[in-house]
RNA sequence: GCGAGCGUGGCGGAACUGGUAGACGCGCCAGACUUAGAAUCUGGUGGCCCUAGGCCGUGGGGGUUCGAUUCCCUCCGCUCGCACCA
């Protein structure tokens, strides 16, 4: 071999073998070292690896083999997010099975993975589409449903027709589909749904505990659960009594006084029947005319607001007053009561609706005590809260107080109720697709909805269905299969053919490493105790409101069912940038992909490792650019010649241990070692900032390159050097670390040496610089001894020449002294 | 519209709790080695001024401070998320 030359192809793929024969990333069970779980999202088995990939399982790894060395027992699995619609669109396409299409995806992308270098625990893999994972999937959706969380309803579903599925709210963006981007239409149809809802206060109060997430993403989960507090009111219909008040939902209690109108959604119940005949058919055209509006443009806040009078009127039970009621196309029937109390002078749509249209406005609540608001001259409806006017015993109340009196109020007299309503909606969970977890119902004619027995799991997916890409899903064509007897009275029934949404896979997998061969339980509890929960997640921000709050339901359900102790499954979120390319995201339709595979062919997984770790912080997006990768490659081939050009002078060579003897360069390079090992312990173990750790292991290595030591006792130091440089760069750079750590005859893998620990001593220079500013301004700097006092430094510092010169005609006002940092005199 | 985040050299990015702005890398310039190139090594590299040295400089403006990229106010720009939510 070519011992000059760095030549990565000659020795990476090598130590993935040992690493692999050694079983060396393996997590132990029965091991009393502190336990440390880190984890990164699971990838969906495309094809082929993209940067993305490479970039978050570097960083994980990075992480892994840091702990490692520092001493803790790690769990660092892998699996496969393995159902899901590009298989079975593949099948319709091209006719190959999903099964057939998985697999082969699933061993190419590993394969790829391990030419990566990373410190996976193989033993624990598995796909979310084998039987032994997705049963369990099966046995938690039969507890969900015996505990009443999971449960049938029928639902105006978002739509998506290019995946001829049904998609939940948060899986809609824009109105497009998020995995596909076809616009996404209505369609009202039974499903299953999993009641997330049921959680939801203790979801929002939790966030409180993920001290270590981002706030962005805690922001974006506490808006997307989006309590909000508020009254139900019923407003009693004009008329002999035949019809049944209307309720309201609103979260301005205090502004009840002002509700000189109501809009009811075209699709409440109430609006047909309590429309006058002479406005009937006015009120039907409307309402099918909005019935057909795009729900996209329908629920834009752009949209313009229009409306009809029913010709009914209701009773304000505050005023007395007899307002009329409309019907809008802006009301939703989904949210709240579907009915909304309208106060023109206190909300902006209201206003505008009211002006458009010529309703009254009465103004119940002044910016403050004095001011005297005026319908005839407002120009804009008044929001915030104030204090109330016109409003009988409540006038004079803040705003506040006003809600919680008429709160009250209104409970006392039977009229309505204080309550909460949630953005956040149950989790419909069907899909009329093939490739997933098999619902495991059973539709009898005679019992109803009859739950699979546990002993029949797992309902495992028939083989031979066709895939035509038409008429539903192929499950309703696999007549065999769902054609069943009833497990209750053992007449004919039939499977239910849906099958689950595959954010259920993802909801648990965590929790499944942790006793990934079990057959009785999901996970037993000791088990998820020891590992649980997971220390350090890495993934894309891109799941805030979708898995990221899907796993946190699950987890707690988990707990709730005696799986497991802890309230939330990941202590530290980390988030991770994207890669792009060329100022764009790298896709296929863009043609600015760089394939990770040439990349490694063509530098080697370190290069590539280190560039993508390099380029910036993990969690900001990165652009790849070729020529800083070359800058990469040329560290790691300096590295290289480094040490493996002058094996011969550290050889037989112990680590120098302490330098009091030495001085000069020598001490220098002892210095810079233990800086070079503070800094880095730093940046990796707390800071998590990759890069600039690069950053300190390219500093040492300069100072190694040119430290030419004269002596033994020198030479024990530039040993150190080496072998810090080897132990700070491996999680980086594993394979070249490795190589070299051989070549210099130590012994074992690099992950099971010790992570070096700095001398505080070593750090103490004798000498420190002080900054001289005059007024501010930098005007020089002085050498004093590391012990100087402050008035040795003032006096340093006043007699350097470019600071007297500036002080000379000035009186001193002011001498300020920062240890070690600097002195600044302010003078006039 | 609401919420969150971010604006630093030609570029990617550093600067821990306010204390030398621009670490490290890319690019560029000069030099060494070489017949030449590649590779490598050394030095330089925010702008302006004739230099010792000085002035300006972290999106714009203002404030607090001996001292501000860092803290406060305000405006501008970009990114992300949510959005007729009553």
Redesign the pocket.
Known sequence: MDRERYSPADFESEWQRRWREQGLFAAREDDDRPRTYVLEMFPYPSGHMHMGHVRVYAIGDVLVRFLRMQGQNVLHPMGFDAFGLPAENAAIEEGIHPSVRTRENISSFRSQMEALGYAFDWDRCFATCDPHYYRWNQWFFLRMMEKGLAYRRTAKLNWCPSCATVLA??QV??GLCWRCGTAVSEREMPQWALRITAYAQELLDDLEKLEAWP??IV??QR??I?R?E?VEVAFPVEGDGEHEPIQV????GDTIFGATYLVL?PEHPLTPRVTTSDRQSEVEDFASRVAATDPAV????????QGVFTGAYATNPFTRERIPIWVG?????E????A??SVPAH?E?DFRFARKYEIPIKVVVQPSVGENLSPNTMEEAFTGDGVLDESGPYTGMTSAEAREAIGAFVEEEGIGVRTV?W?LRDWGISRQRYWGTPIPVIHCERDGLVPVPDEDLPVELPQDVPFTGTGGSPLEQAEEWADVECPMCGGRARRETETMDTFVDSSWYYARYCDAANEQLPVDKEKADRWLPVDIYVGG??H??MHLLYFRFWHKVMRDLGLLSSDEPVRRLVTQGIVMKGGAKMSKSLGNTVSPAQMIEKYGADTVRMFIL????PD????W?D??V???Y??L??VW?LIAGRLEEVRGIAPAESVESLGGDAKNVWRTIHQAVEAVTRDIGE?L?L??A??RI??LT?AL??FKPADDAERSVLRLGFETLLFLLHPYAPHLTEELWSEMGGEGFLIGHAWPRHDPEALIADTM?L?V?V?????G?VEVPIDAGKDAALEAARSEP?VAR?LEGKSIR?E?F?PG??V?F?AN
Request: hydrophobic share 35%; glycine share 8%.
């Open positions: 709210n948060e963006e824009d706030d962005a922001t974006m808006n997307w989006g909000s508020g939902f609103t979260t301005r959604a329908r629920t834009s806040p752009d949209s313009e607001k196309n802006f009301v939703l029937s949210y709240g009561t579907g909304i109390m909300d749509r309503n953005h921000p891109e805030a409101v390099f380029a910036a912080p900001k997006d990165i652009d650019n020529e800083a070359e800058g990469l040329r560290f081939a300096r010649r800071r900032m890069n600039t690069i950053a390219m500093e300069t390159v040119g610089t900054v500013q007024n501010g301004k930098l005007r700097s470019n500036f002011k300020i920062v940092r600097l600044n302010v």
